[in-house]
């Protein structure tokens, strides 16, 4: 089993619709979560993080966390064609043989669609 | 304030010879991450190094090393470069509040073609 997996894609939805990507993580002891935005060609970008159990809204992006079920998404509405990009989940521990260190999903491919 | 940078951008070698690396991260910034990204593999965690001291490592052979100067600025080399190790190779530096979700911000890479 893979310690981070992100839902199989590529994803395409259509301009204005809600894209909704998914990620679970193997590690309980997992603390603070992230979500990646890659264009081709480009490095990561941060989009948003969240580390509490719920929902965290920053404009059009929802991210939201049960540690229960070791479960992670991220909700983009309204999307865009620049929103077109692979999203790349990451999941980091607690100090120690954490230090540094996220792990990350394979990435989900998002196509929107005029 | 200025984003992580990494030298050179684009980098071609032959198989054997070894190379260098170089990432700046933002300032203020002392925890430098270096992650190698392949289509087949994904991102995966190389090491990371604060206030020059290699504190976490990933798996990697002994052939990938790296270092962290005084200024937080960071060295990776990897030696006897194998046809496999043709990747993006990125940095990443994180602030490390105390008492805060640690962020990381990514360099654009080295895209580094062993031939």
């Known amino acids: 089993q893979k310690e981070v997996e992100q839902n199989s894609g590529p994803l395409s939805v259509p301009e204005g619709a809600i894209a909704s990507l998914n990620c679970t993580y193997s590690?309980?002891?997992?603390?603070?979560f992230f979500w990646y935005r890659q264009y081709s060609g480009k490095s990561p970008e941060l989009i948003m993080f969240?580390?509490?159990?719920g929902d965290k809204e920053d404009g059009r992006f929802t991210a939201q966390l049960n540690k229960a079920s070791q479960y992670v998404s991220l909700l983009i509405r309204d999307s865009q064609p620049s929103d077109s990009a692979t999203y790349l989940c990451?999941?980091?521990?607690?100090?120690?043989?954490?230090?540094?260190?996220?792990?990350f999903g394979q990435g989900t491919i998002l196509t929107v669609h005029p | 304030k200025a984003g992580v940078t990494q030298t050179p951008r684009y980098l071609i070698k032959t198989r054997g010879q070894q190379v260098t690396l170089s990432c700046s991260p933002i300032?203020?910034?002392?925890?430098v991450s270096w992650y190698q990204q392949t289509p087949g593999q994904g991102l995966q965690f190389l090491f990371e190094?604060?206030?020059?001291?290699?504190?976490n490592k990933g798996n990697f052979p002994g052939r990938f090393s790296g270092r962290q100067f005084s200024n937080s600025r960071s060295e990776m080399n990897v030696s006897t470069l194998e046809l496999g190790d043709s990747a993006l190779y990125l940095c990443?530096?994180?602030?490390?509040?105390?008492?805060?979700?640690?962020?990381?911000?990514f360099g654009p890479g080295t895209r580094l073609t062993v031939l």
């Open positions: 990443a530096s994180t602030s490390q509040p105390a008492g805060a979700v640690d962020t990381q911000y």
């Open positions: 590690d309980r002891g997992s603390q603070s």
């Open positions: 969240i580390y509490s159990n």
């Open positions: 990451a999941v980091s521990g607690a100090g120690g043989t954490s230090y540094g260190k996220l792990t």
């Open positions: 300032s203020g910034h002392r925890s």
């Open positions: 190094y604060f206030s020059e001291t290699q504190r």
